[in-house]
């Protein structure tokens, strides 16, 4: 089936560094991806639709300068979390949508400690 | 987006059937009825989807009312690896997935 490859599945890195976190269409391609944060115990958020070749819609309250996504391929979209603070340390999640008519795909998540 | 509402958690016990139900009420005639299912730690697994008629696939079953009002995943014998966090997700075709809070399953041995 479709699968949908994230990594790291986890990180830790220092408060005001800059953190990048991949997410790889492995046999399909993926014009639109999406981007979820989880914070524990609570429910997965939409941070942001990610289109390949154009800029990606942000949600609202997401801060763009600080979620920086690129989607440079057809396979591949990164999220860079710019200044890291512990507060953004969250699960993040990608999901793609393999073709019409099926479900979506998600990455296994990546586990961001912002120290 | 059309709002969802699920039980906060219920309970199975192994190898029996377990019905996870979901009104959405305020769903629009051409959204799909889409359920997932996340396990600890892990992004969440596609179940099945859905428009009108009932479905089933080698996971699940999924029963559509007929006033697509409401909908009910169908486990027809639930594994302690079915304990997960269920989520139904009314979409429109095309769009994103909203989440909403899900329906916790324990099964127990």
């Known amino acids: 089936g479709a699968v949908v490859s994230q990594h790291p599945s986890r990180v830790i890195c220092k408060s005001g560094t800059s953190v990048k976190i991949e997410c790889r269409s492995l046999?399909?391609?993926?014009?639109?991806m999406f981007w979820y944060r989880q914070f524990p115990k609570q429910s997965l958020m939409l941070m942001a639709t990610s289109n390949e070749g154009s800029k990606a819609t942000y949600e609202q309250g997401v801060e763009k300068d600080k979620f920086l996504i690129n989607h440079a391929s057809l396979t591949l979209s990164t999220l860079t979390v710019t200044s890291a603070h512990p507060e953004d340390s969250s699960f993040y999640i990608c999901?793609?949508?393999?073709?019409?008519?099926?479900?979506?795909?998600f990455g296994s998540g990546t586990r961001l400690t912002v120290v | 987006d059309a709002k969802t509402t699920q039980p906060n958690s219920m309970e199975s016990n192994e190898e029996e059937p377990v019905h996870l139900p979901c009104n959405h009420s305020?769903?629009?005639?051409?959204?799909?009825i889409h359920w997932y299912r996340q396990l600890p730690s892990q992004g969440p697994e596609y179940v099945i989807h859905?428009?009108?008629s009932n479905v089933n696939n080698r996971m699940a079953s999924l029963a559509i009312a007929e006033d697509r009002k409401s909908s009910t995943l169908i486990l027809h014998r639930a594994t302690l690896r079915d304990a997960a966090v269920y989520y139904c997700?009314?979409?429109?075709?095309?769009?994103?997935?909203?989440f909403g809070e899900g329906t916790q399953l324990t099964v127990n041995p």
């Open positions: 997700i009314p979409q429109t075709s095309g769009s994103r997935l909203t």
């Open positions: 046999d399909f391609q993926a014009t639109t």
């Open positions: 999901s793609a949508r393999v073709a019409a008519g099926r479900g979506y795909t």
């Open positions: 859905g428009l009108t």
């Open positions: 305020t769903i629009s005639g051409t959204d799909y």
